[in-house]
């Protein structure tokens, strides 16, 4: 069996699919490749708490997800971040900019659905699944060939255009030979849903500490989302305390900001590790999300990066009639290129610096942040990337469709 679409989509996580969404709205003919069966969700789409930026917020109601959304978001109205140890703090408040609010926090699982709802009202996507990306064969007539299993046996699909959005272990990456560095951070992050003594009101604090962050995100269920850092040598230890243990460990970490912790529901953990594709284009293909960088949890920057990725690509392709031409693919990467090392420099600087024990970098940070506290202009730079407009941003995340 061989069958022929526009653009083939490897993976159907938050990217991909919201990648699947943008062209259908193009009239592209797309095929997604997805490793969950009809009515099941992939496992990306579980209880974390997913901070989208006021561009992907902008986004996501232009594409219609925002509005399909069955809970009610958490707005984050003002920031606050602060380093166990160190002096200062840094506060910023969504006002202060003529915002409502710097993004919103959405539970994972309920952004899925939303999801499936907008891809079951498309037109023009083809959804294998549950399928498996298999190979690639060579490059024929301008298209790229590659073979997915299915429940109905191997097939082969081809394409002007393969992107690969199938996470940090792509199999999509490697096969194109693209190379990838990894970083351990020897950390687990631990996520939850925990309730408080007092309600979410619009805050979101992160504390910095030597073993990670810990930060409380603004649910709209009167709860809050938390992550919390622990050093993979601890992991299995904290994985294995009760709910007291659990919340009074966390409680002497982050303080009382938030007020006393009372209950915790279930905690999932995941290792930080960080990997980045040496290249993210090549010959009629492209990666995206995860597969082309998977970056530190700390700034929350990693999905609404992968988004940008995605609806540069489908702006481009708009513009154009071939959507893997050489030229297309340059410009994309041209394009997204200064974004994804500001975001990573940022994303992993940070990372490093917070996390070190060093005694003669806490006078450096306490000075950083009541810095960063004090000066406007840097405070400005700091938002600005952080709600997503920072430089060439794709015409969907500027402004909220009427």
Known sequence: MSARHDVVIVGGGLVGASLAIALDRLGRDVALIEATPSGQMPAVFDERNLSFAAATVNALTAL???SRLH????????????????????????????????????????????????????S??????PARFVAL???ADGLRRLR?????????LRTPLLVGADGSASSVRDALGIEAQRHDYGQRLFVARVR??????GSAWERLTDDGPTALLPRGDRHYGLIHAVREDDAEAVAALDEAAWLARVQAVFGWRAGRLLASGPRSGYPIVRVLAQRTVAPRAVLLGNAA????????????LGLRDALTLAELIAAGDDPGEDALLAD??????????????????????TSNAAPLLRPLRSAGLLAIDRMPSLQSMLVGGAMGFAGDVPALCREAAP
Request: neutral net charge; aromatic residues 8%; proline residues 4%.
């Open 148 to 156: 997915i299993v299915t429940d109905a046996g191997e097939q082969e």
């Open 71 to 122: 809970a009610p978001t958490g707005a984050i109205r003002r920031i606050h971040v602060s380093r166990r140890g160190d002096f200062g703090r840094v506060l910023l408040e969504a006002a202060d900019y003529g915002r409502e609010a710097f993004g919103q926090v959405v539970v994972a699982r309920d952004f899925g659905q939303a999801l499936e709802e907008t891809l079951g009202a498309c």
């Open 332 to 353: 994309y990467a041209a394009r997204r290129g200064p974004d994804r090392e500001r975001t990573l420099r940022f994303s992993d600087g940070l990372a490093r610096l």
């Open 293 to 304: 960088q998977t970056i530190h949890p700390l700034g929350a920057q990693g999905f609404n």
């Open 137 to 139: 064969a060579d490059l």
């Open 64 to 66: 219609g997800v925002m």
């Open 196 to 201: 408080t003594s007092r309600a979410p009101d």
């Open 124 to 129: 023009h996507v083809t959804r294998y699944r």
